[in-house]
T-cell receptor, first 111, second 113 residues
Framework: GEDVEQSLFLSVREGDSSVINCTYT??????LYWYKQEPGAGLQLLTYIFSNMDMKQDQRLTVLLNKKDKHLSLRIADTQTGDSAIYFC???????????FGKGTRLHILP | DTEVTQTPKHLVMGMTNKKSLKCEQHMGHRAMYWYKQKAKKPPELMFVYSYEKLSINESVPSRFSPECPNSSLLNLHLHALQPEDSALYLCASSQEGSDSPLHFGNGTRLTVT
């Protein structure tokens, strides 16, 4: 089945850029999503990229996809305290219709 | 505010109790999901309903029993749970097809004593 890997922690100073990385194994995934989870809440859809694109920009968010290496990244520009959360990478639409999440990257904002 | 509503927000139950978790969405989504999330872990898929029929059961113990009475509602019936079943139970929905984004509720925090 699908295997999704992320680094567990990232600390960034307020105002700097954050880059969260993800690798996955199922090359047939059609959409690659990023979800954000704040404490005590469910996951919310943050952004996504279609598998035939290599970059998507949405305000402060930039998603980069290297399909050959099965590597996805999420860049958050001008990181704010409200960006403090856990970010999950989740490829969708792969071989077995199951949506599997990466372990999540906890983003900590330093003052 | 989330468009997927889960009740109750918190639930404490003994190992001999029977309880149910409820989930509701009115976005016309045809797929609904139950995930279990332990602290500091990603959500783990439990069940998927597609067009009100169970399409995926991730080898979940029979003490968890899902039910989809109609396209807007999803229940999870709980019976004879163990303390290790304590977790955040998340419901999600999506338009048909596994390439659609998931819309999550805020979850039910379950504690089994």
């Amino acid at each position: 089945g699908e295997d999704v890997e992320q680094s567990l922690f990232l600390s960034v100073r307020e105002g700097d850029s954050s880059v969260i990385n993800c690798t996955y194994t199922d090359s047939s995934s059609t959409y690659l999503y990023w979800y954000k989870q704040e404490p005590g809440a469910g996951l919310q859809l943050l952004t996504y990229i279609f598998s035939n694109m290599d970059m998507k920009q949405d305000q402060r968010l930039t998603v980069l996809l290297n399909k050959k290496d099965k590597h996805l990244s999420l860049r958050i520009a001008d990181t704010q305290t409200g960006d403090s959360a856990i970010y999950f990478c989740a490829p969708h639409g792969g071989r077995d219709d199951k949506i599997i999440f990466g372990k999540g990257t906890r983003l900590h904002i330093l003052p | 505010d989330t468009e997927v509503t889960q009740t109750p927000k918190h639930l404490v139950m003994g190992m001999t109790n029977k309880k149910s978790l409820k989930c509701e969405q009115h976005m016309g989504h045809r797929a609904m999901y139950w995930y279990k999330q332990k602290a500091k872990k990603p959500p783990e898929l439990m069940f998927v309903y597609s067009y009100e029929k169970l399409s995926i059961n991730e080898s979940v113990p029979s003490r968890f029993s899902p039910e989809c009475p109609n396209s807007s509602l999803l229940n999870l019936h709980l019976h004879a749970l163990q303390p290790e079943d304590s977790a955040l139970y998340l419901c999600a929905s999506s338009q048909e097809g596994s390439d659609s984004p998931l819309h999550f509720g805020n979850g039910t925090r379950l504690t089994v004593t």
